[in-house]
């Protein structure tokens, strides 16, 4: 077993409703972004920019993802389903991501490489061909109201919603353009639009948004709320009524029972829905791994709670630990002052403290 050494920049892997058990890639190390979203579950930004810089280097993220990899030979663990960049803050910022994602391809070969992003740098070609390297696309666009978009996503000032809607659409033209060549892989883009009740659910933004899917025609739409602790105490998710409507306008019907039983922002109501999934899990041959020693399940806990919030059976499911020894972890880091806990809905949300 390769002794656990901590985990800056590898997390996870983690359940997402999009992607399925998700390995994550954190780019940027800290809190660093070009929005300041008020629903954000990262914690308090630390620098609002644009500048591309290597905020993690390639060489340094994927010598600790090669290290990630070895333990999970070591242990016998399923490969993850996807590995999604993202983190702390906006990944397309570190100019080093095309040598990411290569990196990742040659280390984790087979497993399908996906970008979460804002969208923000998406006005820039050459961050739109860097994009297409990936097999999955996850850009957001909360609202195409001005007014709204800066409530909600907080933007650096050089940012509009016009023009990083026009980067997504050429972006996707692009795509298209690309996917016509057999040779060529197709960038599938799933868009997330996250409704803040009281913010950006106005029907003026349904109906911009609802003209610019059209336009789009993106592989998949993810209308989302709040389901997790964010930032701002003001952030408040929409009603089911007014999340189900969006989806309904936005995505089609065909979409919604997918978004509605896949999204990992759709709340789990009960603690006994996840056990219930890894009961499931089992019965079907895929066990809990018990060959993970404490210190590297100490490690991916702290790696993991400090990019989101999350229950001990999220956390047991999406790592396919025990439960009791995830329990065990989470008590003693509790007490050493490493994490801390809150509540919503009646459940227990671990996250890391920050310095």
Known sequence: ?????????????VMSGRLGRSLGLDLLGRRVCSMNCVYCESGPLEQLTLARRAYVPA???????????????AAGEALPKVVSLGGLGEPTLNSDLPAIIDGVRRL?????????????????????????????????????????F???????????????????????????ALGKDSRARHTKLFLEILLVAGVNDSERNLELLAAFCNRLQPDRVD???????????LARAVDPATLARWRERLAGQANLAAQAGERDNTRERAEGTVGSRLAQREKNG????????????????LASLARRPQTGAQLAEALLA??????????????????????QDGQDYYQARTE
């Open 1 to 13: 077993m390769v002794q656990a050494q901590g985990y800056r920049y590898v997390f996870g892997p």
């Open 59 to 73: 060489a340094e993220l994927l010598a600790e993802l090669e290290r990630w990899e070895a333990a999970r030979q």
């Open 108 to 148: 984790l070969p087979g497993v399908p490489v996906a970008v979460l992003t804002n969208a923000s740098l998406m006005t820039d070609p050459q961050v739109r061909q860097e994009l297409a390297k990936a097999d999955m696309l996850l850009p957001s666009l909360d609202s195409l109201v001005p007014e709204e």
């Open 150 to 176: 800066a409530l909600v996503n907080r933007a650096h000032p050089g940012l509009n919603p016009k023009d990083i809607a026009d980067g997504i659409l050429a972006f996707q033209e692009h795509s298209r």
């Open 223 to 233: 209308v989302v709320t709040l389901s997790r602790p964010g930032t701002e105490a």
């Open 286 to 301: 895929h066990k809990q791994n018990g060959s993970v020693q404490p210190e590297e399940l100490r490690a991916r806990l």
């Open 322 to 343: 025990d439960q009791g020894a995830v329990s065990t972890v989470l008590a003693e880091l509790l007490g050493a002052g490493r994490i801390a806990v809150r509540q």
